[in-house]
């Protein structure tokens, strides 16, 4: 069986399609798998990473703004999309995929495009409630769409759809906190893990630099933070704050965090944006959380997806526009210094967790491929 995968531009699109050709090799060693991401995408590092092939495209998403540099992007994108198409099927053709699934971003829209063209049957998944242009724009184009959760089903009314839950890496499912702690070289004192997403979240660095560099300088907590491809200022403002990292083994401050799993099973506790795969992954962990939506996402789902966490008990939220250093500070120490809060949280956290999503992906993987023999 040959599995051609393409997704990309965000962790959010690209875990969920490790997560599917990894148990994909799991039931199938046989099976050969390609993706085609994004040219100078996080995807490229991340898939090669995981000891998986990956081929390039140049795709661009159009700009909405009138002004005549947005113009001038939208051009580019125009001559990109129709390349794109033609490198798409170039690769499709060497590849000959019995199956093409495509995870979201703008480099899955000419490849799946291409291939239900060329007669091969393709899926997509869409990880969050409200979906993305790339998935709504497939739709017909697909034999099923499958879905993270039941509210995105309205969108989708003239497509075939299933839902499967958010696909979860299986070194998620299989990390244990101890042996992460060791093998991190952390010790006994709480570990707190942040992060703004993969390419950095200016209010959310600044807001957890009070806290990072409060701790190192008293060493209270153990700290993993990641800044992000546009946080490279980071360390300079914990030295503003007195900091001297070199001096500081208690923390682990780096761009991007590429052993997640690790990271996330050592945590007592974690301060995060609420994407749709970072919260899947916090429930099947079990993990205790401060949410911090992006306000800048279409209808506002981040909010809504912290919200179903927050109502069941499994986190607390902070919204941007009230996100202060100071009060971040104080909802960390309130939950880190209450472990019997900490255990209900990661309790009901687990509770909401679908941690079969990848089985039954393959399901449909399978049930398509059959229908057509």
Request: glycine letters at 8%; charged letters at 25%; aromatic letters at 6%.
């Amino acid at each position: 069986m040959k599995v051609l995968l393409a997704g990309g531009g965000t962790a959010g699109h690209i875990n969920p399609a490790l997560a599917i050709a990894g148990y994909i090799k799991e039931k199938r060693p046989d099976t050969e798998i390609l993706f085609i991401g994004n040219k100078g995408g996080m995807e490229q590092r991340l898939v090669t990473q995981a000891g998986f092939r990956i081929e390039s495209i140049t795709i661009s998403g159009f700009k909405r703004g009138f002004k005549p540099k947005d113009t001038v992007e939208n051009i580019k994108t125009i001559r990109r999309t129709f390349k794109s198409s033609h490198d798409a099927k170039k690769i499709i053709k060497e590849f000959q995929p019995d199956i093409c699934i495509g995870t979201g971003g703008y480099v899955s829209g000419p490849v799946v495009r291409t291939a239900a063209q060329m007669g091969i049957p393709c899926l997509v998944h869409e990880q969050n409630a409200y979906p993305g242009i790339t998935n709504k724009m497939l739709r017909r184009r697909v034999k099923k769409v499958m879905l993270a959760v039941e509210a995105a089903k309205k969108y989708f009314t003239d497509a075939d759809t299933i839902v499967t839950g958010n696909p979860v890496r299986g070194e998620i499912l299989t990390a244990d906190k101890h042996e992460s702690r060791k093998k991190l070289g952390l010790d006994q004192r709480p570990v707190v893990l942040s992060f703004g997403g993969s390419l950095g979240a200016d209010r959310v660095n600044r807001a957890v630099a009070d806290l990072v560099a409060r701790s190192g300088r008293d060493g209270r907590y153990q700290h993993i933070h990641a800044y992000g491809k546009f946080g490279d200022w980071f360390p300079s403002l914990l030295t503003e704050k007195g900091v001297d990292l070199n001096e500081a083994p208690n923390l682990d401050i780096r761009p991007y965090i590429d052993n997640m799993p690790e990271c996330m099973a050592a945590a007592d506790l974690v301060i995060c944006r609420a994407g749709a795969i970072t919260l899947s992954e916090l429930q099947a962990m079990g993990k205790p959380a401060i949410l911090i939506p992006s306000p800048n996402v279409a209808e506002n789902h981040q909010y809504h997806n912290a919200m179903a966490l927050v109502n069941a008990g499994a986190a607390d939220i902070i919204e941007e526009s009230d996100l202060t250093g100071e009060l971040l500070t104080q909802k960390a120490d309130e939950l880190l210094q209450n472990p019997e809060k900490l255990q209900k949280y990661s309790e009901n956290a687990r509770k909401m967790a679908i941690t079969n999503a990848t089985e039954k992906i393959y399901a449909v993987v399978k049930k398509v491929l059959e229908a057509e023999k």
